[in-house]
């Protein structure tokens, strides 16, 4: 058993927990672009964007995030109807906003 020291501070043995931090952080501030993005449907910045939280959501254990965020990509090089990009659009701010909360 170890010392009642270590149970109660254990410590992390997960490499990846400050890039995960840093990705959460960033995410944060990429909501705020998301958010603005709804006025000005549709846009490549936004398919940048998309593509980028994809592909760094998954790599970093944020499979739900990732896979909205690819969902809105495809719908947007597809140049789906601007009423499916939308509902994808807040489908991924609603699952960042879930994951920050």
Do not use: W, Y
């Not at 990429?30 to 846009?43: C, D, M, T, W």
């Amino acid at each position: 058993m170890p010392p009642p020291f270590i149970q109660e501070h254990p410590i992390s043995t997960d490499p990846f927990a400050p890039l995960r931090q840093r990705f959460l952080t960033r995410c944060a501030g990429q909501l705020a672009e998301l958010q603005a993005a709804r006025e000005a449907l549709p846009g490549s910045n936004l398919t940048k964007l998309a593509h980028s939280l994809a592909g760094a959501a998954g790599t970093f254990g944020f499979a739900e995030i990732s896979v909205r965020a690819s969902a809105l990509e495809t719908l947007l090089i597809e140049q789906a109807e601007s009423g499916d990009v939308r509902a994808a659009l807040d489908a991924l701010v609603a699952e960042i906003e879930r994951t920050l909360a």
